[in-house]
């Protein structure tokens, strides 16, 4: 079939743009909803929902993507989206939500695809990283924020898949008055 040329420039494909991304989901999710059925599991996902919402809109972190029992967030402030994964981690403990959160996060130049998708190393580290995160964590690059390298919360050198060689990484949840003192 031929394509119709409407005289239109097709997009640049590489126009480049900083932003955070971060990957939060629920742990557990799977097997809670085969041990407690659906209609309870869409009541925690509920809730989830209304946190995330609620705190992304105080904190100026938008929802890119729900993915089911988590979701992706894009900001143009990299320790505005670590404070408000923090908020997101303690209102789910402080609430009825029975599953604990994990996350991964991650910042840099990605590609923006069609006005609405990011595409890069960036946005894959942030998911990666989220794979790996045990429940309660926030799993980041050890050099996100400065002075993060000099605290508890440095985990060490992980092996990151499509990844080449190891990443130094810290757990952000471990130090979340360093990452608030760095959103002036």
């Known amino acids: 079939m031929n394509q119709v040329d409407l005289g239109f420039q097709r997009p640049a494909t590489t126009h480049r743009v900083k932003r955070a991304f971060g990957f939060i989901d629920l742990s557990g999710f799977t097997h809670y909803?085969?041990?407690?059925?659906?209609?309870?599991?869409?009541?925690?996902?509920?809730?989830?929902?209304?946190?995330?919402?609620?705190?992304?809109?105080?904190?100026?972190?938008?929802?890119?993507?729900w993915?089911?029992?988590?979701?992706?967030?894009?900001?143009?402030d990299t320790a505005s989206l670590v404070m408000a994964i923090n908020r997101?981690?303690?209102?789910?403990?402080e609430s009825d939500i029975e599953l604990?959160?994990?996350?991964g996060v991650s910042d840099g130049n990605?590609?923006?695809?069609?006005?609405?998708?990011?595409?890069?190393?960036?946005?894959?580290l942030a998911a990666r990283l989220a794979d790996l995160a045990e429940p309660g964590q926030i799993l980041a690059r050890?050099?996100?924020?400065?002075?993060?390298?000099r605290t508890k919360a440095v985990l060490g050198p992980v092996l990151v898949a499509g990844f080449d060689g190891p990443i130094e990484v810290a757990d952000l949840a471990l130090v979340p008055t360093l990452v608030e003192a760095l959103n002036l």
């Open 67 to 76: 993915l089911g029992d988590g979701a992706m967030l894009v900001s143009v």
């Open 100 to 103: 604990p959160l994990h996350a």
């Open 142 to 149: 050890s050099d996100l924020f400065p002075g993060v390298n």
């Open 33 to 65: 909803t085969v041990v407690n059925g659906d209609d309870r599991a869409v009541e925690q996902l509920s809730e989830f929902r209304r946190i995330v919402r609620a705190t992304g809109s105080s904190t100026g972190v938008r929802v890119a993507k």
């Open 110 to 124: 990605v590609i923006l695809f069609e006005g609405d998708d990011h595409i890069g190393s960036a946005v894959n």
């Open 88 to 93: 997101i981690l303690r209102a789910v403990q």
